[in-house]
Structures are given as C-alpha cells and as structure tokens.
C-alpha cells in the first residue's frame, strides 16, 4: 500500500534552515500530486506548499520566498528546504499525496494518503 515517511525535522535557531524529506514507497507512478502541510498546536492544519507531475509548485503566501518544495522522482522523495525560519514555523510538518491526479493539485484538503509527520521548532 502507499506510505509516506518523513524524515529531517528538528529545532534550530529563527534566521536558520531545515530541509524535510519525505520518502513515498507502494506508488510507481509519477503523475500523482504532493504537498507539504503543517500543524502548530492548538491550531489548524494549514498547506504550505504543493508539487504536480510536472513541477508546477505553490506556495502559502506565509513561507514564499523563503520555502521551497521540490521532488526526485528517481528517489520517489520529496522534499521541502526552508530558509531564514521563523519561531512562528514551528509545526509538525506533514507529506501528502493525492495519487487521484497530477495536474490542478489543491493548495489545501483532498490528499488520500498521509504521512506520520516530523516535527520542526524554531527558537527566537
């Protein structure tokens, strides 16, 4: 079945950078949708970033510029690279892929499958 796992959370300092990684395995095809959400306590889980089939990135208008998705498809790994944190991205960050489509992906809900989410905190 498909699984998502993500990997390469951890704390850092505000001004400093993290790159999550999400490996996706059980799915072969590359037309499939992905994106990265996250969920800070107390609060709702809000998209940060998603990637079609051809590339075609979008981003939450709180992490662009200093965020950036990207995917390989070879590894079947996607990743997101954020730079110049800040302590309001403290989150537990989570992978999601919609394998239904590859083109039009939501920047919010309709992914199917999940990961179990890695945690990044940011400190002032």
């Known amino acids: 079945q498909v699984q998502l796992v993500e990997s390469g959370g951890g704390s850092v300092q505000a001004g400093g950078s993290l790159r999550v990684s999400c490996v996706l395995s059980?799915?072969?095809?590359?037309?499939?949708?992905m994106g990265w959400f996250r969920q800070a306590p107390g609060k709702e889980r809000e998209a940060v970033a998603n990637?079609?089939?051809?590339?075609?990135?979008i981003y939450a208008s709180s992490v662009k510029g200093r965020f950036t998705i990207s995917k390989d498809n070879a590894k079947n790994t996607l990743y997101l690279q954020m730079n110049n944190l800040k302590p309001e991205d403290t989150a537990m960050y989570y992978c999601?892929?919609?394998?239904?489509?590859?083109?039009?992906?939501?920047?919010?809900?309709?992914?199917?499958?999940w990961g179990q989410g890695t945690q990044v905190t940011v400190s002032s």
């Open positions: 999601a892929a919609d394998t239904r489509r590859g083109l039009n992906c939501p920047l919010g809900n309709g992914y199917n499958y």
């Open positions: 059980g799915y072969t095809r590359n037309f499939i949708c």
């Open positions: 990637i079609d089939a051809y590339g075609l990135t």
